[in-house]
């Protein structure tokens, strides 16, 4: 099985790869793939916190190794745009390669609007050109 050193290891990854050794032996390579986005996000606030947690996407992109990213964006009160929480917001128990379907978030501001993207991952994320894909919750925190 030398002959799989001459294909491309992208060709591996992103899709199926059928290789013809030049002994004549033909090579399958299954496909896999980047985890859906996670479904049924669920949000509970609760002052200046909230409680995250979430169902495992519909496609695990064929591999058992899917872990999660909690990503907070702070948001303008008028709607507009969003930008990443400062190093003070807490997440835990933290906010990347989460083996469980669910997070706390804590240290957030009293009446702000906050944006939350619940990424899902695997081995072959890191090696794909397209960003992870997340499902996203929005809330706003209540007074302190």
Known sequence: MICVENALLQ?????LLNYTCSTGITLT????????AP???????NETS???E???PRDLGGRGDVVYNVVCKKCLHDGG???RCDDNVEVSPRRLGLAERQAAVRNLQAHTHYSFEIQAVN?????????????TVNITTNQA
Not at 11 to 15: E, K, L, R, S, T
Not at 29 to 36: D, G, I, R
Not at 124 to 133: A, D, E, G, M, N
């Open 39 to 45: 479904l049924n996000v669920i949000s509970s606030v």
């Open 123 to 135: 081995g072959v994320s890191p090696k794909s050109p397209s960003t992870p894909q997340y499902a």
């Open 11 to 15: 060709d591996i990854i992103f899709g």
């Open 54 to 56: 979430w169902s495992e």
């Open 50 to 52: 909230v409680s995250l």
């Open 29 to 36: 390579v299954v496909f896999l793939a980047v985890p859906s």
């Open 81 to 83: 745009s969003c930008a």
